[in-house]
Nanobody
Framework: EVQLVESGGGLVQAGGSLRLSCAAS????????IGWYRQAPGKEREGVSC????????YYANSVRGRFTISSDNAKNTVYLQMNSLKPEDTAVYFC?????????????????????WGKGTLVTVSS
């Protein structure tokens, strides 16, 4: 059974940092891409970042590029999202997802069309 469990959310002041973790089980981790997504109240879900576990290639949404860093620890089947310089508009429920997209997919396509399994999310609140 595929499981994705997010952790690390919480309340932080603007300008602060948080590190989210996504612990994966039930599939061959290195064969999959992992993505981070977020959904703020009243807004559509937004793709934030993704990483291919096989080669470490990454993609970031423009809204977080330069502030967030995604990384993968294949030995622990865990993907991290380091979030720095947080802004109130980063407030959302953050989800991780896993998928096995075609190898010819671009990283943008991986983030937007490559996921099959989803975690339940962790809440990040950034106060001003």
């Amino acid at each position: 059974e595929v499981q994705l469990v997010e952790s690390g959310g919480g309340l932080v002041q603007a300008g602060g940092s948080l590190r989210l973790s996504c612990a994966a089980s039930g599939f061959t981790f290195v064969d999959y891409a992992i993505g981070w997504y977020r959904q703020a109240p009243g807004k559509e879900r937004e793709g934030v970042s993704c990483i291919r576990s096989s080669d470490g290639s990454t993609y970031y949404a423009n809204s977080v590029r330069g502030r967030f860093t995604i990384s993968s620890d294949n030995a622990k089947n865990t993907v991290y999202l380091q979030m720095n310089s947080l802004k109130p508009e980063d407030t959302a429920v953050y989800f991780c997802a896993a998928g096995k997209p075609p190898v010819y997919y671009s990283e943008w396509e991986v983030l937007h069309d490559g996921m099959d399994y989803w975690g339940k999310g962790t809440l990040v609140t950034v106060s001003s």
